[in-house]
Nanobody, 120 residues
């Protein structure tokens, strides 16, 4: 079992930046892929960005060039740097990993979620 805890959500104005972090309760190197997903009200949960143990990344088209995912050397922490935020980025952001996770498909472990609100 792996517990994931997210930090860093909040309220930011359009064009601003936020950094999310997610810490796992134990090393996730064996799980290979960690990632961020988000869910806005009335929408399905969607992939934002994922990263492999080796550093290969995958991004949703809507965030390419604005968001950057990275993984700490200890490999149990993943970050999401979000720049040039838009109101459409408003959502609850979830950290994810698991044995079945790939760059396109989530694993079975989810964090509790952190709210990101982009509004003036």
């Amino acid at each position: 079992q792996v517990q994931l805890v997210e930090y860093g959500g909040g309220l930011v104005q359009p064009g601003g930046s936020l950094r999310l972090s997610c810490t796992a309760s134990r090393s996730t190197s064996s799980m290979y892929v960690m990632g961020w997903y988000r869910q806005a009200p009335g929408n399905q949960r969607e992939l934002v960005a994922t990263i492999t143990w080796g550093g290969t990344t995958n991004y949703a088209d809507s965030v390419k060039g604005r968001f950057t995912i990275s993984r700490a050397g200890a490999e149990n922490t993943v970050y999401l740097n979000m720049n040039i935020l838009e109101p459409e980025d408003t959502a609850v952001y979830y950290c994810n990993t698991g044995l079945g996770a790939t760059l396109q498909v989530p694993g079975n472990y989810w964090g509790q979620g952190t709210q990101v609100t982009v509004s003036s």
